[in-house]
T-cell receptor, first 109, second 113 residues
Framework: EDQVTQSPEALRLQEGESSSLNCSYT??????LFWYRQDPGKGPEFLFT???AGEEKEKERLKATLTKKESFLHITAPKPEDSATYLC??????????FGTGTSLTVIP | DTEVTQTPKHLVMGMTNKKSLKCEQH?????MYWYKQKAKKPPELMFV???????INESVPSRFSPECPNSSLLNLHLHALQPEDSALYLC????????????FGPGTRLTVL
C-alpha cells in the first residue's frame, strides 16, 4: 500500500537556523512529488514539483530535492514568515494522489 | 486572475438539511478537485473533475455529490450529513489532470450539528 510520511511532525527553529524537512514515500510508481505550504485557516500554496531522482528545485530560501525513496525540503536562514505547515504529496502511476502527514514549522525571531 | 473562490466561508447545518458548496476559477484550468481536511490532518482528495469526467475516491460516502455545471464552476451538494463530516472543505484547480501546481481556494468551514 502506498504511504507518504513526513518528519519531523513539528520543528522549531531560531531565525537564521537552517534545517531540512523529510518526506519518505512508498508508491507503486511515482509520476510526481509536490511540496506545498499551508498557513492556518487557508488552502495549501504550491511550492515545487519534482519528477525524477536527482532533480532539484529552488525558490528563495527553499530548495527541494528528490531521491528514489524520499524528498527533502531544505530551508536556508529561515525567517518568521516561513512559519507554516509544509506538506508533500505524491501522484502515482495508478493516478492516485496523496498528501503526506505534514511538518509544522515555527521560526522564532 | 490566479484565484480560486469558494462560498460560503462558513456553513452550519443540521443532519437533515441539504446545502451546497460552490467553487469558481477563471484561470482556464481543465481539472478541479474537492478535498476534505480535518483539524491537524492533511487534505484528503474526494473528487476530481476533468474534461467532463468525474473521478471519485471510493471511500467518500454518497451523501456528498459533486456537480460541474461548466469548466469554471464546481459544486458540492451535501445531504443528510453526519457530525463527523464537520471539516474544512477545500476546492482546487490545475491546468490538467496531472495534479501538478494546484491552486487552492480558502475553503469552506462546515459544521454539522
Amino acid at each position: 500500500e502506498d504511504q507518504v510520511t513526513q518528519s519531523p511532525e513539528a520543528l522549531r527553529l531560531q531565525e537564521g537556523e537552517s534545517s531540512s524537512l523529510n518526506c519518505s514515500y512508498t508508491v507503486s510508481g511515482l509520476r510526481g512529488l509536490f511540496w506545498y505550504r499551508q498557513d492556518p485557516g487557508k488552502g495549501p500554496e504550491f511550492l515545487f514539483t519534482l519528477y525524477s531522482a536527482g532533480e532539484e528545485k529552488e525558490k528563495e530560501r527553499l530548495k527541494a530535492t528528490l531521491t528514489k525513496k524520499e524528498s527533502f525540503l531544505h530551508i536556508t536562514a529561515p525567517k518568521p514568515e516561513d512559519s507554516a505547515t509544509y506538506l508533500c504529496a505524491v501522484h502515482n502511476t495508478g493516478n492516485q494522489f496523496y498528501f503526506g502527514t505534514g511538518t509544522s514549522l515555527t521560526v522564532i525571531p | 486572475d490566479t484565484e480560486v473562490t469558494q462560498t460560503p466561508k462558513h456553513l452550519v447545518m443540521g443532519m437533515t438539511n441539504k446545502k451546497s458548496l460552490k467553487c469558481e476559477q477563471h484561470m482556464g484550468h481543465r481539472a478541479m478537485y474537492w478535498y476534505k481536511q480535518k483539524a491537524k490532518k492533511p487534505p484528503e482528495l474526494m473528487f476530481v473533475y476533468s474534461y467532463e469526467k468525474l473521478s471519485i475516491n471510493e471511500s467518500v460516502p454518497s451523501r456528498f455529490s459533486p456537480e460541474c455545471p461548466n469548466s469554471s464552476l464546481l459544486n458540492l451538494h451535501l445531504h443528510a450529513l453526519q457530525p463527523e463530516d464537520s471539516a474544512l472543505y477545500l476546492c482546487a484547480s490545475s491546468q490538467d489532470w496531472t495534479y501538478n501546481e494546484q491552486f487552492f481556494g480558502p475553503g469552506t468551514r462546515l459544521t454539522v450539528l
